[in-house]
């Protein structure tokens, strides 16, 4: 009994690897009509595996890019993200962050770790003839480069001493010492910013680029100094502010939400007039925004595998059509309906899944070609391969029963007639 079964297991296999290679043969006689068929589920499979790796690829780059902020770190703003006029209007009438609102969080919060502040502008940077346009000048208390990680490649930091006796120095980051130093030690060379000179202490590691805008065209000097030479009564300062561990990070918010709201004496019903910018704040906007971006993308999808659909049903039944003597003959020789079925749907599922293949194929090529041009990031996850291969061949399947059923159905002694 167990041996008539393992039999029957065995031919079914035998009898599918035959219908598959006859499926192939099939689609290789008609190499055009075939192609046809298939545009459909290309351009289907294309558009999605295309939107699911630019949306992997930006979810990473915004991670570990845009919205790493530093370990356990958010920041406090006057205005942060802001995604509609009205909002930004009314944003435009909040009073701004102040020294003195630096100073509060500094020696009132319990739950942080340090609190650091920067207020910064771009100028343009001179040395001897050399000149350097809009580079991001910024004022930083000494702890601001911790909790960002910048490292040092040459000299040192800026400290405690060069803060609070407003020093004229400054830290330099990899684009402007290289596009000054190239060829010669920067450290205690003067430059010219704006109408300010510095004297150069430190150079920082070289920190990449995001979007193709590199991140190291900066130059840092004490917050104490900028506020002496640069600062103007418009001017908001940035909190940074590091809880102590990541668990205490939303308490901490809500500890430097509390001390502001009590500074500004707003009442218990009115809205904050300040953001807390952490990195969870990005990455939801975010994730709001590839969201609709994809839905977008699965409706396309779904259109383009539908109409792909009806075209292999389409071509399967006049498939049916031009075999219908061959159906015969098998039918006389001993074939049953499932047989048939089994060839049919096979071949539409092959058909399919070819196209599926295809699609894979040019977007991979296309994103391969967009980081090889461009900046944006490009990462093809194995699950948007999977679901493309899966999805084409369902459709395969799914449009594929109904020339199958009809196919099997037909009378052998009929279909031997059909012969012309």
Same mark, same amino acid.
């Given at each position: ?12 296999? +035998? ?12 689609? #290789? ?18 558009? $999605? ?5 630019? *949306? ?5 780059? /915004? ?5 790493? $902020?530093? @370990?356990?770190?958010? +920041? ?10 009205? %909002? ?45 346009? &809009? ?78 805008? @590199?991140?190291? &065209?900066? +130059?840092? *000097? ?31 918010? %809500?500890?430097?939400?509390?001390? $502001?709201?009590? #500074? ?8 904050? &007039? ?21 839905? /977008?993308?699965?409706?396309?999808? @779904? ?9 292999? !049903? ?27 079925? !089994?060839?049919?749907? +096979? ?28 900046? $944006? ?5 194995? @699950? ?37």
């Amino acid at each position: 009994m167990l041996k008539n079964k393992w039999k029957e297991k065995f031919g079914a296999g +035998v009898a599918f690897q035959e219908t598959f290679w006859l499926a192939l043969d099939t689609l #290789r006689t008609h190499k055009l009509r075939s192609f046809l068929t298939l545009l459909g589920v290309i351009l289907a499979v294309t558009t $999605l595996v295309a939107v699911m790796s630019v *949306i992997e690829g930006l979810n990473r780059y /915004i991670t570990d890019k845009i919205a790493n $902020l530093g @370990s356990n770190a958010f +920041v406090v703003l006057r205005i942060g993200i802001v995604t509609n006029l009205d %909002d930004f209007m009314k944003a435009q009438k909040r009073p701004t962050l102040t020294y003195d609102d630096y100073v509060a969080l500094r020696d009132n919060t319990l739950t942080t770790e340090q609190v650091a502040a920067a207020l910064g502008r771009n100028t343009d940077v001179r040395y001897g003839t050399e000149l350097l346009e &809009n580079v991001q000048l910024a004022g930083i208390t000494p702890n601001y480069v911790h909790i960002y990680s910048i490292g040092v490649a040459r000299g040192r930091l800026l400290d405690e001493v060069d803060d609070e006796r407003r020093i004229p120095v400054c830290f330099l980051g990899a684009d402007v010492a290289n596009r000054f130093f190239s060829a010669v030690d920067p450290i205690g060379k003067s430059l010219r910013v704006g109408q300010q000179t510095y004297q150069v202490i430190g150079v920082g590691t070289p920190l990449g680029s995001v979007f193709g805008q @590199s991140r190291d &065209n900066f +130059v840092l *000097i004490p917050l104490g100094t900028y506020l002496k030479a640069w600062f103007t009564p418009y001017d908001s300062i940035q909190i940074l502010v590091q809880a102590k561990t990541p668990e205490l990070i939303d308490a901490s918010q %809500d500890e430097v939400r509390m001390l $502001l709201r009590a #500074r500004r004496h707003l009442r218990y019903k009115d809205p904050d &007039n300040f953001d807390i910018l952490a990195s969870s704040s990005i990455t939801n906007l975010w994730e709001s925004l590839t969201g609709q971006v994809f839905r /977008i993308a699965v409706g396309l999808t @779904s259109v383009f595998l539908v109409v792909g659909g009806i075209v292999i !049903m389409n071509i399967m039944l006049a498939s049916v059509v031009e075999r219908t003597h061959e159906i015969g003959i098998r039918k006389s020789v001993g074939a049953k309906r499932r047989h048939i079925v !089994m060839q049919f749907l +096979v071949e539409a599922s092959v058909l399919a899944a070819l196209g599926g293949a295809l699609g894979i194929g040019i977007a991979l090529g296309l994103g391969a070609l967009v980081r090889a041009t461009t900046p $944006l990031p490009i990462v093809t996850p194995l @699950s948007a391969i999977l679901i493309a291969l899966a999805l084409s061949t369902s459709v395969g399947l799914f449009f594929g029963i109904y020339p199958a059923v009809r196919a099997s159905r037909l009378d052998p002694i009929e279909a031997l007639r059909a012969e012309t």
